[in-house]
């Protein structure tokens, strides 16, 4: 059965302080693994995909990794502003994605 | 800026009462979904349309419904309403033939179920 795990479920930091998020997957054919950052109340806004193993991808200080089996988004020197909830999704060989639960950042000035 | 859209942004209904969602997608995505988030978990999937027709539903019962239009737009409705239909209801949108497998989300519409 497709799955996606992430952890942690909260993870609190104080700013500037780096640290990494995992989510780790179990699908068939996979066709994509997708990162979202949530705010509270707002739809899913779209951060990366990522489609092979030893793909890696950046934007300002997120930085997305790939293996067989886990993502890691890797937040560097983070601001109060990266707090959010972020979401991980897979795409696999049916046609829907399948969500983790999210981990809730939260950055403390 | 995503270029979906989704109304209302939030709506109240009685237990047993019918919704109707609407969102409305890019041009040139012939490929939308509908999902369902509870509070604190990760969206979970209702149904998919593709050049309008389902292709895929996940775990949920006929009451709940859908169609796209040939101009980018689609509804979700749900009959029979039950208190834990309360949700945020989120419209994703892609071109599936597309380079790029994006998949973009609008803002979301608030249902509660009193």
């Known amino acids: 059965e497709d799955q996606v795990t992430q952890s942690p479920e909260a993870l609190r930091l104080q700013e500037g302080e780096s640290s990494s998020l995992n989510c780790s997957y179990t699908v068939s054919g996979l066709r994509g693994l997708f990162w979202y950052r949530q705010d509270p109340g707002k739809g899913p806004e779209f951060l990366f995909t990522?489609?092979?193993?030893?793909e890696e991808k950046e934007k300002e200080r997120l930085k997305a990794t790939l293996t067989k089996k886990e993502s890691f988004l890797h937040i560097t020197a983070p601001k109060p502003e990266d707090s959010a909830t972020y979401l991980c999704?897979?795409?696999?060989?049916?046609?829907?994605?399948?969500w983790g639960a999210g981990t809730k950042l939260i950055i403390k000035p | 800026e995503t270029g979906v859209t989704q109304s209302p942004t939030h709506l109240i209904k009685t237990r047993g009462q019918q919704v109707t969602l609407r969102c409305s997608s890019q041009s040139g995505h012939n490929t939308v979904s509908w999902y369902q988030q509870a509070l604190g978990q990760g969206p979970q999937f209702i149904f998919q349309y593709y050049r309008e027709e389902e292709n895929g539903r996940g775990n949920f019962p006929p009451r709940f419904s859908g169609l796209q239009f040939p101009n980018y737009s689609s509804e979700l409705n749900v009959n029979a309403l039950e208190l834990d239909d309360s949700a945020l209801y989120l419209c994703a949108s892609r071109n599936r033939e597309g380079a790029q497998n994006t998949i973009y989300f609008g803002e979301g519409s608030w249902l509660t179920v009193v």
């Open positions: 990522l489609y092979s193993a030893g």
């Open positions: 999704a897979v795409h696999g060989s049916n046609y829907q994605l399948i």
